[in-house]
């Protein structure tokens, strides 16, 4: 069973950054694409970014790409999600996963369902 800690979430005001980070216990977790989501009050969880194993492929939803960054340190078995330029509708909890069964093929993978492992939330509240 895989565990992820993620940690980071915080209170921020609008054009601000917050730096979420998701610790992975599987010492495989060089094989496995890791991936962001949120979720906001009322809404369906949604989304955000992925990450390829080898960190040489990256995705993201339309509206954060060029405000977020998603990157990984395989050494410290540890993925990141850097949040710049941040907006009232950013806040959400967000949640990292852990897609085993990733393939070349398949990439990238946006649906919840398809992610085998989750780590807890952490709020991101952006003031305006």
């Known amino acids: 069973q895989v565990q992820l800690i993620v940690s980071g979430g915080g209170l921020v005001q609008a054009g601000g950054s917050l730096r979420l980070s998701c610790a992975a216990s599987?010492?495989?977790?060089?094989?496995?694409?890791m991936a962001w989501f949120r979720q906001a009050p009322g809404k369906e969880r949604e989304f955000v970014s992925v990450?390829?194993?080898?960190?040489?492929?990256?995705y993201y939803t339309d509206s954060v790409k060029g405000r977020f960054t998603i990157s990984r340190d395989n050494a410290k078995n540890t993925v990141y999600l850097q949040m710049n330029s941040l907006k009232p509708e950013d806040t959400a909890d967000y949640y990292c996963?852990?897609?085993?069964?990733?393939?070349?093929?398949?990439?990238?993978?946006?649906?919840?369902?398809?992610?085998?492992?989750w780590g807890q939330g952490t709020q991101v509240t952006v003031s305006s």
């Open positions: 996963a852990a897609d085993p069964f990733a393939t070349v093929g398949s990439w990238p993978r946006r649906e919840a369902r398809q992610y085998a492992y």
């Open positions: 599987e010492r495989t977790f060089n094989t496995y694409a």
């Open positions: 990450i390829s194993g080898s960190a040489l492929r990256t």
